[in-house]
């Protein structure tokens, strides 16, 4: 069955680098494209951008400039990358297949 | 961006009945090839959104009929008919017609 899964660092100092990898299980990355998703107290949902089944990304504006969305087809692994990070950017960190599956999320505190 | 703007619910809810969410969007979400590029999202408590609606009006597999969407370009409603247990949560509507896909600020129903 369809399976996703999150894994983070839990804790992130502000300035750092955010590295977040979503493990999937069921089907094939070059099938399908993955999204992230973040929920934070501030903003509530907000789509952070995807990777399409062929590789190609797009991302929102709002993260563009610090946001990085790669895969690893091999491992069955996507990963997300977001620098300078703020404490704005606390929240639970999303990946979905399509907008059906989503994984369980990942808590992400931002704080020094 | 597409503002998606949500009401709010009279809660709580009686068991047994009908409830409707409304969504409005700041851009008509009807593309030139009929479609409207809404999608609706229930989050439980403690739980990542599960689909419930796509096209403005197709249930997602799986889900209930009590469930139905509906709407123009710029005026969504889903309709909750016979409240349950199980739907208590927050209701997501979601815009994917154009990048970045915007949600709406959500809308909790409580049960009585």
């Known amino acids: 069955q369809v399976q996703l899964k999150e894994t983070g660092p839990g804790l992130v100092q502000p300035t750092q680098t955010l590295s977040i990898t979503c493990t999937v299980s069921?089907?094939?990355?070059?099938?399908?494209?993955m999204q992230w998703v973040r929920q934070t107290p501030g903003k509530g949902l907000e789509w952070m951008g995807f990777i399409r089944s062929g590789g190609s990304t797009e991302y929102n504006s709002e993260f563009k400039s610090r946001l990085s969305i790669s895969r690893d087809t091999s491992k069955n692994q996507v990963f997300l990358k977001m620098n300078s990070l703020k404490t704005e950017d606390t929240g639970v960190y999303y990946c979905?297949?399509?907008?059906?599956?989503w994984g369980q999320g990942v808590m992400v505190t931002v704080s020094s | 961006d597409i503002v998606m703007t949500q009401g709010a619910l009279p809660n709580p809810v009686p068991s047994g009945e009908s409830a409707s969410i409304t969504c409005q969007s700041s851009k008509s979400l009807l593309h030139s090839n009929g479609k409207t590029y809404l999608n609706w999202y229930l989050q439980r408590p403690g739980q990542s959104p599960q689909l419930l609606i796509y096209?403005?009006?197709t249930r997602a597999s799986g889900v209930s009929d009590r469930f139905s969407g509906s709407g123009s370009g710029t005026d969504f409603t889903l309709k909750i008919s016979s409240v349950e247990a199980e739907d208590v949560g927050v209701y997501y509507c979601q815009q994917f017609l154009e990048y970045p896909r915007t949600f709406g600020g959500g809308t909790k129903l409580e049960l009585k």
């Open positions: 069921g089907f094939s990355l070059t099938s399908y494209y």
């Open positions: 096209w403005m009006s």
């Open positions: 979905a297949r399509g907008d059906i599956y």
